[in-house]
């Protein structure tokens, strides 16, 4: 089992940066891979990015690339994502998800074991 916490959500102008953090609890952390995911209201949940805890490449969704980052702190347990030049279609409420490694596709939604409860994200124009 593991259990996921999201934090740092907030209100933010366009431009602005949020630093996202979610604690993950559970055995064996360096076999998941790590995703986070967002929903705006009306909308379907959408890929954002994915690592792994064991090291290996990041995978980004078109719209984020080059503003948000994910990382992780083994140490600690959690993965981040760095949010930079925010726009307000990045509003949304944000989800960490975690799947055990396994072939499949690792930006599907449907393909994660276990979801954080989330965290809103608002970014005003």
């Known amino acids: 089992q593991v259990q996921l916490v999201e934090s740092g959500g907030g209100l933010v102008q366009a431009g602005g940066s949020l630093r996202l953090s979610c604690a993950a609890s559970?055995?064996?952390?360096?076999?998941?891979?790590m995703g986070w995911f967002r929903q705006a209201p009306g909308k379907a949940r959408e890929f954002v990015a994915t690592?792994?805890?064991?090291?290996?490449?990041?995978y980004y969704a078109d719209s984020v690339k080059g503003r948000f980052t994910i990382a992780r702190d083994n140490a600690k347990n959690t993965v981040y994502l760095q949010m930079s030049s925010l726009k307000p279609e990045d509003t949304a409420v944000y989800y960490c998800a975690a799947r055990v490694r396994r072939p499949g596709s690792v930006i599907r939604d449907e393909s994660y074991d276990y979801w954080g409860q989330g965290t809103q994200v608002t970014v005003s124009s």
């Open positions: 690592l792994t805890w064991s090291g290996g490449p990041t």
């Open positions: 559970g055995r064996t952390l360096s076999s998941y891979t």
